[in-house]
Structures are given as structure tokens and as C-alpha cells.
């Protein structure tokens, strides 16, 4: 049992490049996030998706696009990556809206 | 607008020796989840809990939602302990999504 798996780990890019990272859960769970974290500032939600077909903005959703693919899979998306998407990101899943989350192990991206 | 704050942010520890990290919250919440980001920065949930205490080995939660705080008790700690603690409350309304605090790391010393 996996659970959530992140890839890619690391990403180096170049100011304006794209690139979607890849989020898959193996839990049947009806919700997913994705989440970044950045020194000093705990984690903050990009975007979510309370059940398939569905997905709304969180607290920082500027410079990012998301695809629920279907009920495992949560893609975000960078469309021209700047220097301020440094960051690590979390993919989280849970049963339903206000459950117990679980994370990914993350990916740790670097804009130049 | 919604604060989840936790503290100390620092906290260093002989390893054997107990703590206690304690998180506030704003406002009502329908639930409360405790995890442990490991040195390898991996997120692990340890608790959840909306209410009253709940125990897991060496470590313990209590939440008491009227008066908007929660604690994380920590025995015996080991150097394994060591990381950073976040405390997130889970607000409700249309979005049900969890507010982080901006955690507790911790440092076992052996």
C-alpha cells in the first residue's frame, strides 16, 4: 500500500519553463490537495479537490493550474515557473473533506 | 482572519526528557490533526482529534475545543522525535481545508 506518491522528488527549471508535477493515491479517497511549504510559513493550499471533477483555489492558487485526472490522480501544474515557485510541494489526500490527511513525501522544486 | 499559532517554535531536548507543545486556535474548528515532519521532510500524521485525548505509544494529544487549544505531550523522547511538529485546525464551511500552524521544531540531543 503506497498511498500517496509524488513525482518527480527534485526539479531543477528555468525561469519560464512549464511542468506538472504528478500526485496519485491508492486509498479511495474522495479529496486531494496540494499544498507548498516554505521556510517560516508552515504549508499553504494552491489548490484542492473535494471529489472528482471538482477543484477550487486555496490560499495561493496565482501561477498554477490543476487537473483532477480521475479519483487517484491530482496533477499541478506550472505554466511559466518564476523564481518566487521555489518551494517544496505536498500532495495530500483524505476520505472526505475534514479527515484525516496523508501527505506525500514531496517534491522539491528549484527555479533559476 | 484565522491564526493556528503554536509554541515555543524552538524547542531543545536532553534525549529521556518530556515535552508538552501546545497550539491555539482562533475560532472553532470541526477538527484538529497533529504531524511530525521528519529531517528527511517527510509529513506523518500522528493525531486527529476534534476532541478529548487520544494516546499513541509515547506520545499524547488532548484538544479542548472550547477554549481553542490543543496539546501535543511527548515522553521518554528519543533523537528519532526529532523535527518539526505542525498543528492544523480544519475550520469547516465550504471549503473544509486545513489552516497550518508554523510548527514546533524540536532537537533530541542523545
Known amino acids: 500500500n503506497a498511498g500517496v506518491t509524488q513525482t518527480p522528488k527534485f526539479q531543477v527549471l528555468k525561469t519560464g519553463q512549464s511542468m506538472t508535477l504528478q500526485c496519485a493515491q491508492d486509498?479511495?479517497?474522495?479529496?486531494m490537495y496540494w499544498y507548498r511549504q516554505d521556510p517560516g510559513m508552515g504549508l499553504r493550499l494552491i489548490y484542492y479537490?473535494?471529489?472528482?471533477?471538482?477543484?477550487d483555489k486555496g490560499e495561493v492558487p496565482n501561477g498554477y493550474n490543476v487537473s483532477r485526472l480521475n479519483k487517484r490522480e491530482f496533477s499541478l501544474r506550472l505554466e511559466s515557473a518564476a523564481p518566487s515557485q521555489t518551494s517544496v510541494y505536498f500532495c495530500?489526500?483524505?476520505?472526505?473533506?475534514?479527515?484525516?490527511?496523508?501527505f506525500g513525501s514531496g517534491t522539491r522544486l528549484t527555479v533559476v | 482572519g484565522i491564526q493556528v499559532e503554536q509554541s515555543p517554535p524552538d524547542l531543545i531536548l536532553q534525549e529521556g526528557a518530556n515535552s508538552t507543545l501546545r497550539c491555539n486556535f482562533s475560532?472553532?474548528?470541526?477538527?484538529l490533526q497533529w504531524f511530525h515532519q521528519n529531517p528527511w521532510g517527510q509529513l506523518i500524521n500522528l493525531f486527529y482529534?476534534?476532541?478529548g485525548t487520544k494516546q499513541n505509544g509515547r506520545l499524547s494529544a488532548t484538544t479542548v475545543a472550547t477554549e481553542r487549544y490543543s496539546l501535543l505531550y511527548i515522553s521518554s523522547s528519543q533523537t528519532t522525535d526529532s523535527g518539526v511538529y505542525f498543528c492544523?485546525?480544519?475550520?469547516?464551511?465550504?471549503?473544509?481545508?486545513?489552516?497550518f500552524g508554523k510548527g514546533t521544531k524540536l532537537s533530541v540531543k542523545p
Open positions: 479537490s473535494a471529489s472528482e471533477g471538482t477543484t
Open positions: 475560532d472553532s474548528v470541526n477538527n
Open positions: 492544523a485546525a480544519d475550520y469547516g464551511g465550504s471549503q473544509g481545508n486545513l489552516i
Open positions: 495530500a489526500s483524505s476520505e472526505r473533506q475534514g479527515s484525516r490527511y496523508t
Open positions: 486509498m479511495n479517497h474522495n479529496s
Open positions: 482529534i476534534p476532541s
